[in-house]
């Protein structure tokens, strides 16, 4: 199985019920003010192509 579809799979469980628990049981969000300054969109973009450069080079692309 592709590693960043087990990350992202993982990732979407625990942000899915962090969600939950923020519209249903009224929890407060959590805001770091750390992370207003980490440039998040070059990250993603940084994963898929380590992602996408792990697959060239295991032959599954």
Known sequence: MNPGAVFVAVFWAVISLYALGV???KIRPWRPSWAACIP???LVV???AANWIY???AGRA
Do not use: P
Request: charged letters at 10%.
């Open 23 to 25: 519209v249903f049981l």
């Open 40 to 42: 998040w969109r070059w």
């Open 46 to 48: 940084a994963g898929v």
């Open 55 to 57: 697959l060239l080079v």
